[in-house]
């Protein structure tokens, strides 16, 4: 399939490497990129005030701190929009089709949120500083990966990043979830010049059918232009 929308999450605090990455991604293939903005941990979390001593100093002390968690959201919010509109202006000079947007949740929605996006796309871009994050990765890379049903192209730190890579590696287990992977990375696999069919203990898979192991997926990909070995 062709990729005319992918979907990048980024934190607030992070640098401009993973945006870099998708948006050389986005004008390698032409497509809108859509960028979501988490905002601080900090301010993702509604802990409870600390224990106070009760009577006067407690009534004093909690609304005390409630006043500083609103005004600590209030100057993330502005720093967020802020933010926000410097990535939107940095992108739109790249002449790219692409939107920015922010949403405060609370860390076990985090997953929800980047699924809901992610639906939306054609491809999920997750970079290094998002990959490196230990707030932020787990429940955006779960999120996107096992609930959406879409692609996840995982860049690390440092890697060079493609949608057009010379050699593929396709782990093949004839089950449903491979066989959409491979479904939607058919333009990759058939522009490649090497692809490779993993199977680890295929003879369990198989199930005594078909001839050899692999051959039905292979001979698949190769009626789609692909260059497979087994």
Known sequence: MEFKS??????????????????GLCAEVGAHLSVLIIPPP????????PEWNTGRAQAIAVPNYRFQ???????????????SADILKRLKAMSLSC?????????????EVARQRALCADLTIVGGDLLND?????????????????????????????????????????????????????????????????????????????AQSGADIAAYLTRHGARVSV
Request: charged share 25%; hydrophobic share 40%; net charge negative.
């Open 69 to 83: 968690q609103i005004e600590k959201f209030s100057q993330d919010v502005t720093r967020m929009e802020r933010r």
């Open 6 to 23: 992918i979907f990048s999450v980024t934190g607030a605090d992070h640098s401009d490497e993973d945006l870099t990455t998708a948006a």
């Open 42 to 49: 900090l301010l993702l979390m509604s802990s409870p005030p």
């Open 134 to 210: 230990e707030t932020l990765g787990p429940p955006v890379v779960n999120g996107c990966l096992f609930d959406s049903g879409k692609p996840v192209l995982i860049v690390p730190k440092g890697a060079k990043a493609t949608l057009s890579p010379r050699r593929v590696l396709v782990g093949w287990d004839s089950r449903v979830e491979a066989s959409r992977a491979v479904r939607e990375a058919l333009s990759i696999l058939s522009a490649a010049k090497e692809v490779c069919v993993a199977m680890v203990d295929p003879k369990a898979q198989n199930n005594g059918k078909g």
């Open 99 to 111: 939107d920015v947007d922010t949403d405060y949740c609370d860390p076990a929605s985090l997953g």
